[in-house]
């Protein structure tokens, strides 16, 4: 299996060299991956079903547990039928279908995708499900853009991106949540014996975000009918059969462990349910064929997900049999869509008359594929549909809900048939030439599967029970067209009946959604919403403003350790606002000079002013009786000034010409600065009272100074004595600081008098 | 008594073979500001360029030496300041090999003919002088910076006291604030870029210095290991150290440019020379990150319980910021920036984790991040018109049709950065969140991954602009890289792809154990 993967990819490398030369020739070439990998799947279905599954690994980066396993069980291979199986005919399809221009890409792409589908398939450990999910979604962007040419593709493919790329991320949460829970990340493991517990209730929620956003389940949807303007082909394959049922399969692949959840079940028969109507509904106002299908596939895939959510064996029987025959006729439709596409240059129902009456024979192939969509006898859709209801039967609500989604099917299933090939009274007669053997031949083969699996549903049954033998058989179920008058029958008839019915009232009154039921809406909101936000705060906090950056910081620096602090509820200590009077006009002092420095309009003032502040200080070491702090605090606000007025000679002497007006921004600096700085008080206040006594060094300095040193101040001695070393380093690199700046000075000096003369 | 005092005084223990990578780079600095002196103008750039990749090789060759017979728990030296253990040579080692990614950036002069910087800076731009230095050869004094800055680095992670701590702190930035002033066009906005960095950094620094002293005051020691102890067992009021854990920490978010401490990230980035910018981008994250790491595991490891809930915060409004406001960016290296404040986030998720796999996945993380971005703005120094470097987003259209390798090059390395599988970004995104998850951080992680899903979508919006438009008529063209550049951008992507198919040999090696203290 590790080999077939990679012979797709080596496969998708060589393509562009290969289209650059021989042209459609590529796409033949393209065939030989998918179909060597159904060859050897199916060559090895004995083993699987004899329920000892092949296995492979390979070891990635065992350090941290990464190792790539693939294992083939019987879902695996039914899902490598579809992948592969139509896979190669969209591929033989395609050679006919495509313009000259983009072979070498589009082929590549479509051969890794389908390498990558066959590893999501049959990977057995989370990684590389998810590693291959992803290149499926990477696959599908570069697909559905195309080029990038026109908007519209642009659009739509990341849209498609956005949504199934976070259902991805979603997922791969959800799965290593799982894993821990679990303990391994085999998924064979997980599903054998599931953890339990509130984490895994959100794993699987998260698990179905994928799936359901994969799948394009409502609300998330709107993806997949825009995915449209990718060429034909690649709808039928990726947005039909192959990569949207990647949901669906990862749902049947996790339901024999988490079925019983109702976190698990819930989401999945409400939204599947809802999705199942809700496409039929659309799929009838579209004029589009495409698009038709397109909303056909997004209700069939609500009905699946039903179906393979629910967890129960008949379901699973219905399920794995209606994934079958979804895959055969949805691939035959659009391929038959891209024929009339091709051949008429139009798909709008509208436009389309009298192909019937010109085509007799591909219309009969086709009308064999609706007729199974429409879950008609004798064709497998029927055998399908027959057994989910049967599935059912115990839960009226549920079963009410897909009939109604059934009877939808069956009137888009009409409107698609007579749209497209019926005859309608004033539109003229559309001429074409029939369509050659390599483009009708991938439609027949799939629609004629589609009949001949139905009478002999003993070729797929084994693979289907094999599947279904995950849960407990209450009565085994058989495939089969005839089980005798049953309800299922009854509903089955009542199914075809009532989309008749639908059929005729719908064409009947054609109508509008209310534009509010559409989730395209809410993505597009979604987007803008995100984008808007950026714009805003950027806009806000990101002006290239060094005081907002500045507030930003202060802010945070404030709010957090102030909101710890309250929330610590530190007791103010007691204390008194002064020790000796004299302080009170020097803090009195020191204060206006603060606001004065922050008022002034001259540069001089300003720095006269900041030196105040300074003396200020100073004068309060002083009182406290701190002379030898205070000295030293003059002295360094005396260097400092000197030091302002040799830069302020070179500069304006104002700040702003204009006096500036006090603007709603300032205030808010303003308040900003003083919290901070009140803030930073009021801190100070708090750490001086919270000190345990003297640290253990002061205690020793002062027990010695007076003996070892002689001393009566403790600083002195501690300067001159006790750290004499550290003074002297001092000293020498103020000195060494002190000659570079007087050089400069004076080297600067002679340069200009240089200059002068 | 004199006699006495003298034999008291002893010589610390210095295990020269331990910090001899530490010891080279600084003190071929030195020998780099002598050149700077000494040298004829016309020889400086081959001697600067020629001792800068001498010394970092050579540094690297002493630490490769010591790896040999280190100690497998480590060794403090220097009296304790230093702490020489398995985590500090991993991010040695990292700092070196980006380092010498960065000079060899620095040292191109192809790409801007004459190189990236002023040939002097302080001339006032716009002048007839400054006009008239347009052409003429680059400075070299950003070769003698670029060491100091590097060796102050390397201090940083390894040292094992907040003192020594802030004095690397210190010797790592002052060298960056002049060099982002340095750039050779556009030099308003590269001076601006250099001020705006310095204030704001001098603040940053005060906060981790007021910390400091606070955290002395709790603990009456500023070794890390004597704050641990004090925080482990003692009945002192936590009043202090809270205050003090919280400003240190706000020095230190600061210097890696977390949300909501990244303001100065964006203009500096944007505004300094691409070199510089690299620079910083790759080694001063790996050099914040791991002195956060140190800091966290190693003085408050006790007191996570209190902290945990705030850096919980402050990553998320990181990851936040980051992702969401790189949606709007216009300019390709704001942009490059507001990732770098998303992965910041990522990063401190697996900084606060405290576990061994959490250290190793942050080492991981930081070392293939350091890569990964090196290369980029490698690459973004190619992109150029008429004025420069065309960092406009919107001028980069159609790239691929002009230049498919260039493109190319920047996909993956775009991928790298989104943490798209099979290359390096992934594992370490994987690595650091499976160590969260592990660390009971399941609503981060979350978090953490709608973010990356945000953030791949900038990135994507590049590829696509890149593959899928029409280039502009006068659109900007890809100049040929010189060998230094060439040499870092095929560094930087052989690393991104490797370490993301075969990330076992480096990610068992990024296993470091604890810190030593």
Redo the contacts between chains.
């Keep these: 299996m590790l080999i077939l993967i990679a012979a797709h990819f080596l496969v998708a490398a060589l393509l562009p060299a290969v289209a650059a030369r021989w042209g459609r020739a590529a796409f033949v070439v393209a065939t030989l991956p998918p179909a060597a990998a159904l060859v050897t799947a199916v060559s090895w279905s004995a083993t699987v079903l004899n329920g000892a599954p092949p296995t492979e690994s390979l070891s990635w980066?065992?350090?941290?547990g990464?190792d790539l396993t693939l294992r083939l069980d019987p879902l695996a291979l039914l899902m490598i039928v579809l992948v592969s199986g139509v896979g190669a005919l969209v591929f033989v399809y395609y050679a006919a279908y495509t313009p000259p221009e983009g072979i070498g890409r589009h082929s590549a792409l479509l051969v890794v995708f389908a390498g990558s589908m066959f590893g999501l398939v049959t990977a057995d450990d989370v990684f590389s499900l998810?590693?291959f999910w992803?290149f499926t979604t990477?696959c599908s962007f570069l697909l559905v853009?195309g080029?990038?040419?026109t908007r519209a593709a642009?659009r739509s493919a990341?849209q498609a991106?956005?949504v199934t790329?976070?259902g991805g991320?979603?997922m791969?949460?959800g799965l290593?949540?799982l894993g821990?829970a679990a303990g391994t990340f085999r998924i064979s493991a997980i599903v054998a014996y599931p953890p339990s517990g509130a984490?895994v209730e959100?794993a699987v929620v998260l698990l179905l975000v994928g799936a359901l956003t994969k799948s394009a389940q409502v609300p998330f949807h709107p993806w997949l009918p825009a995915a449209m303007v990718a060429p034909t082909p690649v709808s039928a394959y990726l947005h039909a059969a192959a990569m949207v049922k990647a949901g669906v399969y990862l749902v049947a692949r996790f339901a024999p462990g988490f079925a019983d959840l109702p976190a698990w079940w819930i989401p999945l028969v409400v939204l599947g349910s809802w999705t199942m109507v809700l496409g039929g509904v659309r799929a009838l106002r579209e004029h589009d064929l495409k698009k038709l299908l397109a909303f056909g596939t997004v209700s069939q895939l609500g009905f699946l997900i039903v179906l393979l959510g629910v967890g129960e064996h008949v379901a699973a029987v219905a399920g794995a049999t209606m994934v079958l025959a979804h895959g055969l006729f949805k691939s035959a439709l659009f391929l038959a869509v891209g024929v009339i596409d091709k051949r008429t240059g139009t798909r709008d129902v509208r436009e389309l008359s009298g192909l019937g009456a010109r085509w007799p024979a591909f219309t009969g192939f086709v009308v064999l594929a609706a007729a199974s969509m429409a879950g008609a006898p004798p064709l497998l859709g029927f055998v399908g549909k027959e057994a989910a209801f049967e599935a059912l039967l115990g839960e009226p609500f549920v079963l009410a809900v897909l009939v109604l989604g059934s009877a939808l099917t069956v009137a888009y299933s009409l409107r698609f048939l007579i749209g497209a090939f019926g005859s309608k009274p004033g539109v003229s007669l559309v001429d074409s030439e029939k369509p050659g053997a390599v483009l009708a031949g991938p439609v027949v083969i799939p629609a004629l599967a589609g009949l001949v699996l139905a009478f002999a549903p003993g070729v797929v049954e084994p693979v289907i029970a094999g599947y279904a033998s995950a849960y407990p058989v209450a009565e085994p179920y058989g495939l089969a067209l005839w089980h005798g008058f049953t309800v299922p029958l009854l509903l089955s008839a009542v199914v075809l009946g009532g989309g008749y019915l639908v059929h005729r009232f719908a064409t009947g009154h054609p109508g509008r959604l209310p534009e509010a039921l559409h989730a395209q809406t809410g993505y597009d909101r979604v987007v803008m919403a995100?984008?808007s936000?950026?714009?805003g705060?950027?806009g806000r906090?990101?002006a290239?403003s060094?005081p907002?950056?500045?507030g930003?910081?202060l802010v945070?620096?404030v709010v957090?350790?102030g909101a710890?602090?309250l929330a610590?509820l530190?007791p103010l200590p007691r204390t008194q606002w002064f020790d000796s009077w004299l302080q009170v006009p020097l803090a009195v002092a020191v204060l206006v000079a603060a606001g004065l420095a922050v008022l002034a309009r001259r540069r001089l003032t300003a720095v006269l002013v900041t030196g105040v502040i300074g003396y200020g200080i100073a004068a309060l070491f002083l009182v406290d009786g701190g002379p030898d702090l205070a000295l030293a605090q003059f002295l360094v606000e005396s260097l400092t000034l000197v030091v302002f007025v040799f830069v302020l000679r070179r500069m304006p002497t104002r700040f702003t010409e204009e006096r500036r007006p006090l603007t709603e921004g300032r205030w808010v600096k303003a308040v900003v600065a003083c919290v901070a700085g009140t803030f930073v008080a009021v801190?100070a206040v708090?750490?001086s009272a919270?000190?345990?006594g003297l640290?253990?060094?002061s205690v020793e300095y002062i027990q010695r100074a007076k003996e070892d040193a002689g001393a009566s101040n403790v600083v002195n001695a501690i300067i001159v004595d006790f750290r004499a070393?550290d003074t002297v380093g001092e000293i020498a690199v103020l000195a060494v600081a002190a000659t570079g700046a007087a050089s400069l000075i004076l080297a600067s000096q002679r340069a200009r008098r240089k200059a002068d003369r | 008594m004199l006699l006495a005092q003298v034999e008291q005084v002893q010589v610390p223990d210095l295990d020269f073979p331990a910090i001899a990578p530490i010891l080279i780079v600084l003190g071929a600095a030195c020998v780099s500001v002598l050149f700077e002196a000494f040298l004829p103008r016309s020889a400086r750039w081959a001697a600067q360029f020629g001792l800068s990749v001498l010394t970092l090789v050579g540094a690297g060759a002493a630490l490769l030496a010591y790896l040999g017979d280190a100690p497998a728990t480590g060794v403090t030296t220097l009296a304790g300041a230093l702490a020489v253990d398995k985590p500090a040579l991993f991010l040695w080692a990292t700092l070196l090999i980006l380092g010498l990614g960065s000079v060899f950036l620095m040292a191109d002069r192809r790409v801007e003919p004459g190189g990236a910087f002023a040939a002097d800076a302080a001339i006032r731009p716009g002048t007839i002088q400054d006009r008239a230095q347009a052409t003429t050869v680059m400075q070299t004094e950003v070769f003698p910076l670029a060491l100091f800055s590097l060796g102050g680095m390397m201090v940083f992670t390894a040292s094992n006291d907040l003192l020594t701590m802030f004095i690397a702190l210190e010797v790592l930035s002052l060298p960056l604030y002049l060099m982002c002033g340095l750039a050779r066009r556009r030099r308003l906005i590269s001076q601006e870029a250099a001020v705006k960095y310095f204030l704001l950094g001098a603040f940053a620094s005060a906060f981790f210095l007021y910390g400091l002293a606070l955290l002395y005051g709790y603990a009456g020691s500023i070794k890390l290991s004597a704050i641990a102890a004090a925080a482990g067992g003692s009945d002192r009021s936590d009043t202090l150290l809270f205050a003090g854990i919280g400003l240190l920490v706000v020095g230190l978010l600061f210097k890696a440019a977390v949300g909501p401490f990244h303001t100065w990230s964006p203009d500096v980035y944007q505004g300094a020379p691409t070199p510089v910018t690299a620079f910083m981008g790759a080694c001063t994250k790996v050099a914040a990150f791991g002195g956060i790491l140190r800091v966290f595991s190693v003085a408050f490891e006790a007191t996570s319980w209190e902290w945990r809930g705030v850096l919980w915060g402050v990553a998320i409004v990181s990851m936040l910021i980051g992702a969401i406001l790189g949606l709007t960016q216009t300019d390709i290296k704001r942009m490059v920036a507001y990732s770098s404040v998303a992965h910041a986030g990522f990063l401190l998720i697996g900084s606060i984790a405290l576990t061994d796999e959490g250290r190793a996945a942050t080492l991981f993380y930081l070392l293939t991040y350091g890569f990964t971005t090196l290369s980029v703005f490698a690459v973004i120094s190619l992109v150029r018109d008429a004025n420069g470097e065309a960092t406009q987003i919107s001028s980069w259209a159609g790239l691929a049709k002009r230049s498919p390798v260039v493109a190319g090059i920047f996909t993956v390395l775009l991928l790298a950065l989104a943490g798209i599988p099979f290359t390096s970004g992934f594992v370490g995104k994987f690595v650091v969140f499976s160590a969260a998850l592990a660390d009971g951080m399941a609503p981060l992680v979350v978090i953490a991954l709608l973010a990356s899903a945000v953030a791949a979508f900038f990135y994507l919006r590049i590829i696509v602009l890149m593959y899928m438009r029409e280039p502009e008529e006068d659109g900007p063209t890809v100049s040929l890289p010189g060998v230094p550049t060439t040499i870092t951008i095929a560094l930087g992507v052989a690393v991104t792809i490797l370490l993301g198919v075969f990330p076992s040999a480096v990610l068992d090696w990024s296993v470091v154990g604890a810190f030593v203290s």
């Design positions: 980066a065992p350090t941290i990464l998810y590693v992803e990477v853009g080029l990038g040419l642009r990341t991106l956005l790329g976070f991320l979603a791969l949460l290593i949540l821990t984490v959100v995100l984008d936000v950026a714009r705060v950027t906090l990101q290239g060094v907002v950056y500045l930003v910081i945070v620096a957090v350790p710890g602090l610590g530190t801190l708090l750490f919270n000190r345990d640290p253990e060094a070393f």
